[in-house]
């Protein structure tokens, strides 16, 4: 017996409710998920037209800017009125509270010396403490062995006063015969209280300076500055830490150094400024 199967037109005439379409996770009869089917497409046709003008847009407006880029600095040179100087007090000794013992005498000694030479307390700080032991390698038994302590006491100092510097190092010495704790003076930089001041004033010279260049530019180049765009700046400057690298531990230590002399120089403050100019 021969079978024929009903064509889709007429499947839809004998159960038009069962062709139904499945459209964002529900069932909808066939005729609204094409209603729905060609809305997404006009959606995606309209959003696709804006989204070309909108480039074209863009891409117009960034055809009509035009702008000199250009970069100026200005420098002024400063006069240091403080010194900032890393300080180390050590000790060594065979157990860990005979090194404590002498690193407190020792730091003493410092603190006499601090307010000899009116350094406020705001200008002191500890910046690190380490209490750790020492070892030496033993070449018989081939290994590491220990032989004491060592404790280590860092210190930022700021001295106000430039001309006292020389004298300042000096004094640090300890005035006794020791090989067990001492002071080291690891760095010394030059500042001044006045940078800000003098930072801002030379800003203002940088940004003319790039006005100058742009001006230039644009005068050779036949066009005119409209204005500016975007402007962005920069500091740079003062003396990096000049290093010192010098053990104060004895008597002998101070009569090699009796006289320590420091030359402060200047502190050198530069402003870069980098200029966008829109031209026409």
């Known amino acids: 017996m021969l079978m024929h199967s009903a064509q889709p037109a007429e499947l839809a005439r004998r159960q038009p409710q069962k062709l139904k379409q499945l459209v964002h996770g529900q069932t909808v009869p066939y005729a609204s998920a094409l209603t729905q089917g060609k809305g997404r497409r006009m959606k995606k046709y309209v959003l696709a037209g804006l989204m070309a003008v909108s480039m074209v ?6 055809a009509d800017s035009r702008y000199i880029i250009v970069s100026g ?30 690193a407190a005498n020792q730091f003493k000694q410092v603190r006499k010396t601090l307010e000899d030479f009116k350094v406020k307390k705001e200008d002191i700080q500890t910046d690190n403490y380490s209490l750790n032991p020492e070892y030496e390698y033993d070449q018989k038994l081939r290994q590491n062995k220990m032989v004491g302590f060592r404790v280590s006491q860092s210190l930022t100092v700021t001295l106000r006063k430039v001309e ?100 402060a120089g200047q502190i050198k403050v530069r402003v870069e400024v980098t200029a966008e100019y829109e031209i026409n």
């Open 57 to 62: 847009s863009g891409a117009q407006a960034l």
């Open 164 to 263: 006292d510097a020389g004298n300042f190092l000096d004094a640090l010495v300890a005035d006794k015969k020791t090989m067990d704790a001492g002071v080291n003076v690891s760095s010394l930089s030059w500042d001044s209280d006045k940078r800000d001041q003098t930072e801002t004033a030379t800003l203002g010279e940088a940004v003319r300076a790039t006005r100058t260049k742009a001006d230039e530019i644009a005068k050779a180049a036949g066009v005119k500055i409209k204005g500016v765009s975007k402007i962005s700046h920069g500091v740079s400057g003062g003396l990096p830490p000049q290093p010192v690298f010098r053990n104060f531990g004895g008597a002998k230590m101070m009569a090699e150094a009796a006289s320590t002399d420091v030359a």
């Open 73 to 102: 600095f200005a420098e002024r040179g400063l006069d240091p009125n403080m010194v900032n100087l890393n300080i180390e007090v050590w000790s060594k000794a065979s157990t860990a509270k005979q090194a404590q013992g002498l």
